[in-house]
């Protein structure tokens, strides 16, 4: 965020374009109260917030977040139950309890997610990490997809119905086009793009050409996708395999698969890669391009801009497109690399969603959702790991992740919990 | 937001203009094109699709006063009928559009109904509607929406969007169930679902007005919590114990003297239970007090301008905390449907994304309670439409059926309801300087 503000100077003040097209003028003709009035958008100042220096509330937003996940695993734990009721002839009881729930939970979560001290072979102790990264990748994709939207102030909840239309569209070329080697890999990835991009660019369309609420239209959109997506793939002849009355594809022909990065025994492929290309484009984009410069100055303030000389309604379309393609993307990555074995309604597998948390923990900027991705990638990882080895629902994982969010968000509560002295003047 | 706009065309009256002159007819097109697109697609439909025969619709009801005869209609010629009737329509849209005139309110209303009666006639030629069936499924699906819409309505108004609508229904589903089964009555779990609803109004109010963090962040972040928490406690808890925590009373219909006994209206909207006759009085009050009572008036200026209302000595923070909690209890009262009603019990995720719909309605319905009931009325009648028609057994394929509701609402968005606009300070939180 702090490269940004020199950025919108400079490009406010540069030379006025000749042909004076989109261009913003040097001198726009804005009211200045309306470009910053005084109570507008909290959100730098949640920005600011973090990015000066507020490592300490992050880590203690984790801690509470922990914490609280801690009590809801101890309260639910058998035999805390049990020691509780004799608490007062036996305390220690109930602390050993506590400790060995609380404990056994968060170390398998560690285990299962980073290093697993217990295996006995060198892969085995860092494949968690692996497994960390590949759930990683799609919630970058699809996070970077709805953090662009942010940035344009669009809310994209569309995420669930883009994987789909996407992830359906990549099977199809996958299974359908007639090419061999690695083109078909690259020409089923640009379909998912193209697929969810489109249909993410309706709600774009839509809002510019009618004013129609992209919260409304992407919603309707992801039970939309979803039946079409359903029915493609109950029709032989269109997704379904042949000879089958499952609604499923077949699976993805060889050429089609993303390769795996580190050998057959780790399941970490291609994907994390295009994520981390993804992020580097999306970061060019937005802090380097004139049309990421249009994009934040349309999110910041659409009157303006439009005063500024810059198409709102283009601009709407135009972003809608690449977040829906980067959403695109994920579902490439699923369809493609995690799941290869076949196009399901279930390919989103909560992605779509998770991909706004991860949005909004990232603050919608593309490096920032790259450490929102890795934490939550981790989360679900351990998460599943956590449930085999301790019995505790996966569930608790969304617990913590959303009261992370909620807690980076408000610094001064976190503060004020840990008896932190106010921040000065920020 | 503004009229300068490329859409819609401004006519400004050329003559100098005086106060009581200064009046600005918007106009657009999207109507008669949105109009005209949906009748050529039914159109397409009775071409294509070649039904036939005829249509029944069966009007009487079990315990019915008197018997009302069932209604039989041909097919082709019903369909072509309201073909007609919908061309005209989307003509008068178009002479409307070029005349600068106002789409009158009852022209989509007119066409909404007439469409729906060919299109239903068309899908289930050579069976039996239950209409009565049809409609009074469409309230029990419509009664959590509106509930949630009316909490969502009631929010936004006060300035506070309410994302977690959704969150809300879900606890309030959660505590019904729990607090029903505990004490064993279905008005301990109402009330529990109440105070659930409230409790998650409690933090968004802490997060979104106190500590100043974005409204939708926290709403959407709620939700997941929400899901989080009922779905771990569902696990850990409730589904180990089900016959002590998770098995509540059902709570039963009940036949009101006189209303019950009209035909056709009396057993789709007066033989229901007590939420859905608590649902009945919550519109009409919210209606009755957001735009005549002093407390009404007071959420509204919170919500357009609380700067102003702060001057006029009006605490700005708490007239948004009270109005939240309201809402919250409203919209967990919605989620108490349920699991008292719908289903006996409790189960992860059972909202299955009400809320999101609700919030549409809130959108669509203008922020007004009225319009945003008959909102998320009409989701409920077009996703009990489609499981009407599937047991009928319609030509279309049923992922058609069932996306069409989703459609409608895209058309009706982008072509009627437009660029809707929210109270002016809805999402910025007050900072008193």
């Not at chain 1, 992020?279 to 410069?293: D, F, H």
């Not at chain 2, 009487?60 to 329509?89: K, Q």
Request: with cysteine; aromatic share 8%; hydrophobic share 55%.
């Amino acid at each position: 965020m702090s490269d940004e503000r020199p950025d919108l100077a400079k490009a406010s003040t540069g030379p006025a374009d000749d042909d004076g097209s989109a261009e913003p003028q040097a001198t726009p003709p804005v009211d200045v109260d309306e470009v910053r009035r005084p109570e507008s958008p909290p959100w730098h100042l949640v920005v600011r917030s973090i990015t000066s220096g507020n490592a300490v509330v992050a880590v203690l937003s984790v801690v509470l977040a922990l914490i609280v996940g801690s009590l809801m695993i101890m309260f639910t734990d058998e035999s805390v139950r049990d020691s509780a009721s004799y608490i007062t002839a036996r305390p220690q009881d109930f602390f050993s309890a506590s400790w060995d729930a609380i404990s056994g939970a968060y170390t398998a979560l560690f285990r299962g997610s980073i290093y697993n001290n217990l295996s006995p072979t060198s892969e085995g102790r860092i494949r968690p990490l692996t497994e960390t990264l590949k759930f990683s990748g799609p919630l970058i994709m699809a996070g970077l997809g709805v953090g662009l939207a942010f940035r344009a102030g669009l809310f994209n909840i569309g995420g669930r119905g883009q994987m789909l239309l996407g992830g359906a569209a990549a099977g199809w070329v996958a299974l359908n086009v007639d090419v061999s080697g690695p083109l078909l890999l690259v020409l089923s990835v640009l379909a998912g793009m193209l697929g969810a991009g489109l249909w993410a660019g309706i709600a774009g369309l839509l809002k510019a050409r009618t004013g129609a609420h992209e919260v409304i239209v992407t919603i309707m959109l992801n039970y939309v996708g979803f039946y079409l997506v359903f029915y493609a793939l109950s029709k032989q002849g269109i997704l379904q395999q042949p000879g089958s009355v499952n609604p499923k594809s077949l699976p993805m022909p060889e050429d089609a698969v993303l390769p795996r990065l580190l050998g057959d025994q780790f399941s970490l492929h291609l994907g994390f890669v295009l994520a981390l290309v993804a992020v580097a484009v999306v970061w060019w984009v937005l802090n380097r391009s004139a049309l990421g410069y249009r994009f934040r100055a349309v999110g910041e303030n659409p009157h303006a801009a439009r005063t500024a000389g810059i198409d709102v309604g283009r601009m709407y379309v135009v972003v809608m497109l690449m977040a829906g393609g980067l959403v695109g993307l994920a579902a490439s990555n699923q369809v493609l690399g995690t799941v290869p074995d076949g196009v399901t309604t279930g390919l989103d597998a909560g992605i779509g969603f998770d991909a706004i948390t991860v949005a909004l923990l990232g603050r919608s900027h593309p490096l920032g959702i790259l450490g929102a991705g890795l934490l939550f990638g981790a989360f679900k990882a351990g998460g599943f790991s956590m449930q085999a080895a301790e019995g505790i629902p996966v569930d608790i994982v969304l617990v913590i992740q959303s009261l992370i969010v909620l807690f980076i968000a408000a610094p001064p509560l976190v503060r004020a919990l840990f008896r932190l002295p106010a921040k000065e003047a920020m | 937001m503004s009229t300068t706009d490329n859409g819609p065309a401004v006519e400004i009256p050329d003559e100098p203009v005086t106060d009581e002159a200064r009046v600005v007819t918007v106009v657009s097109p999207k109507a008669a094109i949105v109009l005209g697109l949906l009748t050529l697609g039914l159109g397409l439909a009775v071409l294509l699709g070649s039904q036939s025969g005829d249509t029944t619709y069966r009007l009487a009801s079990r315990d019915d006063l008197f018997e009302l005869p069932e209604v039989t209609v041909p097919v082709t010629g019903t369909a072509i009928a309201a073909l007609v009737v919908m061309a005209l329509c989307t003509a008068e849209a178009l002479r409307r559009y070029l005349g600068r005139l106002r789409l009158p309110m009852w022209l989509p209303i007119v066409f909404a109904v007439v469409a729906m009666t060919g299109f239903l006639t068309w899908a289930a030629a050579g069976g039996t509607v239950p209409l009565v069936g049809l409609l009074s499924g469409s309230v029990a699906l419509a009664v959590p929406l509106v509930f949630g819409a009316l909490g969502g309505v009631l929010g936004e108004r006060a300035g506070v969007v309410n994302i977690a609508i959704d969150g809300q229904l879900l606890a309030g589903a959660f505590a019904a169930a729990l607090t029903a089964s505990i004490v064993g009555s279905t008005w301990a779990g109402m009330l529990g679902a109440m105070v659930a609803g409230a409790l998650v109004a409690v933090i968004l109010g802490v997060f979104a007005i106190s500590y100043y963090v974005d409204q939708v962040i926290v709403g959407v972040v709620l939700n997941v919590l929400v899901i989080g928490v009922t779905s771990f406690m569902f696990s850990q808890v409730l589904a180990p114990n089900a016959e002590s925590l998770n098995s509540p009373p059902r709570l039963s219909a009940i036949t009101i003297p006189v209303l019950g006994d009209i035909p056709v209206v009396g057993a789709i909207l007066f033989r229901q239970t007590v939420i859905v006759y608590l649902l009945y009085v919550a519109v009409a009050v919210v209606t009755w007090a957001l735009y005549k009572t002093r407390w009404g008036l007071r959420v509204r200026a919170v919500g357009e301008h609380p700067k102003a209302a702060d001057t006029v000595g009006i605490n700005v923070v708490a007239t948004r905390y009270k109005t939240i909690l309201l809402a919250g209890a409203i919209a967990g009262l919605g989620g108490a449907f349920y699991t008292l009603v719908s289903v006996q019990g409790f189960n992860r995720e059972m909202t299955g994304g009400a809320g999101y719909i609700a919030l549409a309605a809130v959108i669509f319905g203008k922020w007004d309670p009225i319009r945003a009931t008959l909102a998320a009325l009409l989701f409920g009648f077009a996703s009990n439409l489609q499981g009407v028609l599937s047991v009928i057994g319609s030509p279309v394929p049923s992922q058609f059926m069932l996306m069409l509701p989703y459609v409608v609402t895209v058309f009706a968005v982008a072509g009627l309801v437009g660029r809707s606009r929210g109270p002016a300070a809805v999402g910025l939180p007050y900072r008193k300087s």
